[in-house]
């Protein structure tokens, strides 16, 4: 127990010290969109590559992943219901508010969760490539065509060919199951970078933090509330009985459920703000969640660790 609060308390410190850097200016209004762009484009393909090619492949594909994936589609299909059919929000709002509820920051909370709380950066892998190539893929095909009333068909197949992080995560894979020497001078080079990500995602999100204003009426506080319930409480919850039910037990069921805690991913956000819809309700889910799932995280290691 003590090492996992440890563990929150580096991430912690790392975040404030970039919502200091935010507060106090000392790299301008410019710096946290450099700053994210150089961990989206270079730092995080180089980290994602280097964890996934040195991750197990049974580790990769394995009852982690399927507990995973049924934990997010049960969060997603009870939030699905709930605002489509209840709430009558469009299809694009609805895809918004849905993946708020259940697609974790495994990215930028998550590797550093795993590598500061877990113990090991590779637990985060099967997560983050079930979201890049599965989940990803099928909600901006719903946002396209909801918002532009069409899709087209190369624009989906080619966009995996153009995200780096699926680019590096693919790579990394094919590294991992078909096992090829790499001489270690080659992959060193992105060792070094892929250090640098953990850190400065952090310091970004930290930095992403100062001047919100939560909870403003006539935002979706409704469905800001209900995303941040599930993802908070239900998410783990469903992880822990879908992993004893697969017979996961003892650390790997505490890395199922402490990933399933895992705070909204930003990418919620950049998704909403691509397309225009549920801005508000991601963003304010996303740092909602970010701050509740310290405490449901603290409290899964207590209960599992």
Do not use: F, Q
């Given at each position: 127990m003590l090492g996992v609060l440890v563990g929150f308390a580096i991430i912690a410190v790392i975040i404030a010290t970039g919502y200091?850097?935010?507060?106090?200016?000392?790299?301008?209004?410019?710096?946290?969109?450099?700053?994210?762009?150089l961990v989206f484009f270079v730092l995080s393909p180089c980290l994602l590559l280097t964890v996934i090619a040195d991750a197990d492949p049974a580790r990769l594909f394995?009852?982690?992943?399927?507990?995973?994936?049924?934990a997010a589609l049960s969060v997603f299909l009870v939030m699905f219901l709930v605002v489509r059919f209840v709430w009558r929000r469009k299809t694009a709002e609805t895809v918004v508010t849905t993946?708020?509820?259940?697609y974790v920051n495994a990215n930028n909370i998550g590797i550093p969760v795993a590598v500061y709380v877990l113990g090991d950066a590779a637990w985060v892998a099967p997560v983050i490539l079930l979201q890049l190539l599965l989940i990803t893929p099928l909600s901006l095909t719903a946002l396209d065509l909801s918002t532009r009333g069409g899709v087209s068909v190369g624009r989906i197949l080619a966009q995996p060919f153009?995200?780096?992080?699926?680019?590096?995560?693919?790579?990394?894979?094919v590294l991992a199951l078909t096992k090829v020497p790499v001489p270690e001078a080659a992959l060193e080079p992105f060792r070094i970078m892929g250090a640098a990500a953990v850190p400065l995602m952090l310091m970004n999100y930290g930095m992403s933090l100062h001047g919100q204003r939560l909870l403003q009426p006539g935002t979706g506080r409704r469905d800001v509330l209900t995303a941040s319930a599930l993802k908070l409480f239900a998410m783990p919850l469903a992880a822990w009985l879908l992993g004893s039910a697969l017979g996961i037990s003892g650390h790997q069921l505490f890395v199922v459920v402490a990933l399933a805690a895992l705070p909204t991913a930003q990418n919620v956000f950049n998704y909403a703000q691509r397309y225009g819809r549920g801005e508000t309700v991601a963003r304010d889910t996303i740092l909602i969640t970010t701050v509740g799932s310290v405490a449901v995280l603290a409290a899964a290691a207590a209960l599992l660790h």
């Open positions: 200091l850097v935010r507060r106090t200016g000392l790299l301008g209004d410019e710096a946290r969109y450099m700053l994210a762009k394995s009852p982690l992943m399927l507990a995973s994936l049924l993946l708020a509820a259940g153009r995200n780096p992080i699926i680019i590096g995560s693919a790579i990394g894979l």
